[in-house]
């Protein structure tokens, strides 16, 4: 495997997309593990900073309709 951008030698994959990058091209981004609904019914979710983002993908801040599948 080689970096996405620039075909040298991988440190990471994206934590998105799974796109190979080396130390150069990796990024970070803050993603949730999970959500739940904790006491008093309040939504709740459990993150993590700076995980690698290649930089290229998109991850979305909403989820998407997807009617098709119906
Ligand atoms: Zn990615």
Redesign the pocket.
């Given at each position: 495997m080689k970096c996405w951008h620039c075909e040298e030698e991988p440190r990471a994959s994206?934590a998105?997309?799974g796109?190979f990058v080396c130390k150069d091209h990796a990024a970070t981004m803050s993603t949730f593990i999970t959500m739940f609904v904790g006491a008093n019914n309040t939504p709740k979710g459990l993150a993590v900073a700076n995980v690698i983002?290649?930089g290229?993908?998109e991850p979305q801040p909403e989820p998407i309709s997807m009617p098709e599948l119906y």
């Open positions: 994206c998105f997309c796109r983002w290649c290229e993908c």
